[in-house]
């Protein structure tokens, strides 16, 4: 249908920093972090093809909730990594930003797909939580790296 095949070509121009790809300048060196980093890209470029694809709103929260999980479970695992190497007193402002980031993303998730889009969502409400979650994502790459270079620079 060509209503449908020209509504999937402007969600393609408006999500033109999808598919994400994990260039070598994102990577951390640490080789367990990259491999999640890759795996949470993978996800959010899954949660894109799908729905320039389906626009089922059950469809997409569970997609959200599984990428949640992931997010979570690399934090914890990041977290853990970065005391080993580092110390655990060296890492708290990072952990701090991964709460925070969580509380966001969740705040954000739970108010536009969870409340308000039981069947179906919204175009526009879709396009901002991708770019959101890229972007989010794409800032906490860059900040884990900082940060890896700041402690490899002390030891
Ligand atoms: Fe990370
Ligand atoms: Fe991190």
Redesign the pocket.
Known sequence: MISEFLFRLKLKLFLRNFPIILTDDLK?NISS?DI??KKLINQLNNIYYKYINKTNGVFMIDVFQIYIGTLEA??NS?EAELSKLFGSLKIIGHKKYHDNLVDNILTKINYKVLKNYEHSISFFGMRNILEFLRREFMI??KS?IKLINKLNGEN
């Open positions: 951390t972090i999640q980093h690399h934090f990041e906490h790459i884990d």
